[in-house]
Every structure is written in C-alpha cells, then in structure tokens.
C-alpha cells in the first residue's frame, strides 16, 4: 500500500480497489456475505485516508438514494466484526484496514493539521501495553492506540509558513 500520508488521488484508487479486493476474498473465505450496501460503505469509508463518521457516510449514501439510518450502521458492524475498518474511539469515526486478513490492534498517527491518519501495527506496542496492564491486574479486551500529531507534509508547510 502507499504511504497514507503521501497517497495521491490518482495513486489512492489502487488503495480503495485493493481494499475492496481484499474484503472479497476475506468475505469469501469466511463464508459471510459482503452485500452491496455492505461494500458501498466500505469503499466509502475509505475514499480518503482520513477517519470519517457515520452520519457523513450516512449523508452521503442518502445523496445516491433513500437509506435508513440502521442499515448504515448495521454496515459499519459488519465491516467492524470483520476486522475490515478500524473505530477510533476519540474521533467516533472509522477507518479502512488494509492488513484484515492479520488480526491485530490499532495503532493510530493522526495528523492534526489535515486529519490525515496512518495506522501503524506494530506487535511490540501491544505486547507492552499487555505487559503494564497485566501487572496492574487488568485484562485489556481491545486496545486503541492514537497518536495526535504532523504528518511529514504538514509539518513543512508549518516550517514554510514560519
Ligand atoms: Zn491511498
Ligand atoms: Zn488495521
Ligand atoms: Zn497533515
């Protein structure tokens, strides 16, 4: 996959359609049905890689036709239970996973400036956070990890603009 900080709109569509791709194949391994409305959300969800909400995917399916509200977020379970997009908890928003087939915690940069997210998976990360938590005496079930800060681009600009 590209460098999400760095993907341009014309590189991005492989991104989306290897994302969809990928959904397929999982799908079809796992025996579960990636229905249309299912996949529409998909690929809107990731049409930029940037956390989007649910009423914003929800606004824009109701721009192509009639949608309820639950069958947007019925989508959004499915896509989750699948492992296919991340929730980030902080943003309320969702993001595309382009490594589903491997089950693994989020692990998140954000950039402040253009919303701009990378997701980073990196198992040392979970291990120590698994580590502190059990000498605590605290079972983590899931593990969120986002970090807040600049991407290479907008820090630049930040530096140009003095
Ligand atoms: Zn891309
Ligand atoms: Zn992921
Ligand atoms: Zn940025």
């Not at 807040?148 to 600009?157: E, H, M, S, T, V």
Request: aromatic fraction near 4%.
């Amino acid at each position: 996959m590209q460098d999400p900080f760095d993907c341009t709109p014309s590189a991005h569509l492989q991104c989306v359609s290897n994302a969809l791709a990928q959904a397929d194949s999982l799908c079809r391994q796992r025996q579960v049905r990636l229905t249309a409305m299912r996949r529409k959300v998909l690929e809107l969800v990731w049409q930029q890689h940037r956390p989007i909400g649910a009423y914003d995917l929800l606004e824009q399916l109701q721009q192509q036709g009639r949608v309820a509200p639950p069958t947007v977020y019925r989508a959004l379970d499915f896509l989750q239970q699948q492992r296919l997009i991340h929730r980030l908890e902080s943003l309320n928003a969702f993001v595309g996973c382009a490594r589903a087939e491997h089950p693994h915690q989020g692990q998140f940069l954000i950039c402040q400036t253009c919303r701009s997210l990378a997701e980073i998976s990196d198992p040392q990360i979970s291990h120590a956070i698994n580590q502190s938590a059990a000498a605590a005496g605290f079972t983590p079930l899931t593990q969120t990890v986002e970090v807040a800060g600049l991407c290479a681009g907008c820090r630049q600009k930040e530096q140009a603009d003095g």
